[in-house]
């Protein structure tokens, strides 16, 4: 089982490049979420989706963007990317069930020179 | 908003001693209650949770961990660490009947030493 597939695991972006973190799982899950961890902050929501269509924003949701066109897939973008943006991100899903656990992905570590 | 605090960023510990990793949430209404362990270059694993009923958890590897609502706490300890233990730990509060919007504390690194 592939869980949740996270691409790609490492990048290096330039200022103001943009780019698109890929999230895909094989559990129909309903809820699909971004994080990212920074020392000492622990994890801090970016973006999730209860489903197909619907999103919403998380506790840090400026400069990223996302769009749920498929159960399966939830990308990331970052627009134009800035230093602050140096994380490790990471995707999580579940079902909508409550209680039930989150499963995450492998991350993405980015970094922003 | 519910919040997660965890007090201590770093607990250093022996092999085979007993460890305590603290949290503590806050929250107006009821709560489901995770912990999570993340081993280095790894994503995040449940480790056990609390959900309803009996106020003590258990995980497969020893771990425990006990609800306290009038202390707003949900402590995890092991009697007997081992270095595969070595990980960081997060703490995290969902609450009670919304969308599975989870809240996590900031970690604590738990560095088992011979």
């Known amino acids: 089982n592939a869980g949740v597939t996270q691409t790609p695991k490492f990048q290096v972006l330039k200022t103001g490049q943009s780019m698109t973190l890929q999230c895909a799982q094989d559990?129909?899950?309903?809820?699909m979420s971004w994080y990212r961890q920074d020392p000492g902050m622990g994890l801090r929501l970016i973006h999730y989706?209860?489903?197909?269509?619907?999103?919403d924003q998380g506790e840090v949701p400026n400069g990223y963007n996302v769009s749920r066109s498929t159960t399966e897939d939830f990308p990331l973008r970052l627009l134009s990317a800035a230093p602050s943006q140096t994380s490790v991100y990471f995707c999580?899903?579940?079902?909508?069930?409550?209680?039930?656990?989150?499963?995450f992905g492998q991350g993405t570590r980015l970094t922003v020179v | 908003a519910q919040s997660v605090t965890q007090l201590d960023s770093q607990v250093p510990v022996f092999e085979e001693a007993p460890v305590e990793l603290r949290c503590n949430y806050s929250?107006?209404?009821?709560?489901?209650l995770f912990w999570y362990v993340q081993y280095p270059n790894q994503g995040l694993q449940l480790l056990l949770k609390?959900?309803?009923?009996?106020?003590l958890v258990e995980s497969i590897n020893g771990f425990e961990a006990e609800f306290n609502k009038s202390q707003t706490s949900f402590h995890l300890r092991k009697p007997s660490v081992h270095i595969s233990d070595t990980a960081e730990y997060f703490c995290?509060?969902?609450?009670?009947?919304?969308?599975?919007?989870?809240?996590f504390g900031t970690g604590t690194r738990l560095q088992v030493t011979l």
């Open positions: 995290a509060v969902r609450v009670a009947g919304t969308a599975s919007k989870l809240t």
């Open positions: 999580a899903s579940s079902y909508l069930k409550l209680g039930t656990e989150a499963f």
């Open positions: 929250s107006s209404v009821s709560v489901y």
């Open positions: 609390y959900l309803s009923g009996s106020t």
């Open positions: 989706s209860v489903g197909a269509g619907i999103t």
């Open positions: 559990m129909n899950h309903e809820y």
